[in-house]
């Protein structure tokens, strides 16, 4: 059984920082894609970023070069670091894992980032 859960969420002034996590337990982190995903109120979720087992990365247009995506297989952890953040990166953020051999998706329960103007 997969678990995935993040922290480091919460409430930021406009051009500042956050430093999200997602850790693992169950499956094998390692050999699967890890993905980091946003919904704001009366949005559809959308895809932030992601990184392969083999360490490529993918960004949203809205936020390359502003954030980062990275990974400790070690500690089954996957990191956003979010700079320059804005009033329109407010979201709940969700951690993803997969899809995995057997075409399965894993998600976290999610958690909020609030930046104020």
């Known amino acids: 059984q997969v678990q995935l859960v993040e922290s480091g969420g919460g409430l930021v002034q406009a051009g500042g920082s956050l430093r999200l996590s997602c850790t693992a337990s169950?499956?094998?982190?390692?050999?699967?894609?890890m993905g980091w995903y946003r919904q704001a109120p009366g949005k559809q979720r959308e895809l932030v970023a992601a990184i392969t087992s083999g360490g490529s990365t993918i960004y949203a247009d809205s936020v390359k070069g502003r954030f980062t995506i990275s990974r400790d297989n070690a500690k089954k952890t996957v990191h956003l670091q979010m700079n320059s953040l804005k009033p329109e990166d407010t979201a709940a953020y969700y951690c993803?894992?997969?899809?995995?051999?057997?075409?399965?998706?894993?998600w976290g329960k999610g958690t909020l980032v609030t930046v104020s103007s």
């Open positions: 169950g499956g094998i982190f390692s050999a699967n894609a």
């Open positions: 993803k894992m997969g899809p995995t051999y057997f075409g399965m998706d894993y």
